[in-house]
């Protein structure tokens, strides 16, 4: 019943700037606390960023603080992650997430979708 649908990633240079993008569908869309995680090859799945029901907690990663910004259109239905001054470091699979509750930016999140791949070449 419930899916989340990525896109908007790319190869880009470092320095370059991406913005993703994902669609939540089901009934519990836009009533929970959204964010997006990352998973680079041999390293296990982090959080990146969250952002409550509302927009008014969100949660940044120290890595990309100051370099990337998470928000919502609960009217779309969508999150959106703007990712600016990329670097290698930043090259993974980039997971949207749902999460339990309205407020709970750094988890539990019980749903993902499929992902999309962020390639940052120096």
């Known amino acids: 019943q419930v899916q989340l649908v990525e896109s908007g990633g790319g190869l880009v240079q470092a320095g370059d700037s991406l913005r993703l993008s994902c669609v939540v569908s089901g009934r519990t869309g836009s009533n929970s606390a959204m964010g997006w995680f990352r998973q680079a090859p041999g390293k296990e799945r982090e959080l990146v960023a969250g952002i409550s029901r509302l927009g008014a907690i969100r949660y940044y990663a120290d890595s990309v603080k100051g370099r990337f910004a998470i928000s919502r259109d609960n009217d779309k239905n969508t999150v959106y992650l703007q990712m600016n001054s990329l670097k290698p470091e930043d090259t993974a699979v980039y997971y949207c997430?749902?999460?339990?509750?309205?407020?709970?930016?750094?988890?539990?999140?019980?749903?993902w979708g499929q992902g999309t791949q962020v390639t940052v070449s120096s």
């Open positions: 997430g749902l999460a339990e509750s309205p407020t709970a930016v750094r988890g539990p999140y019980n749903y």
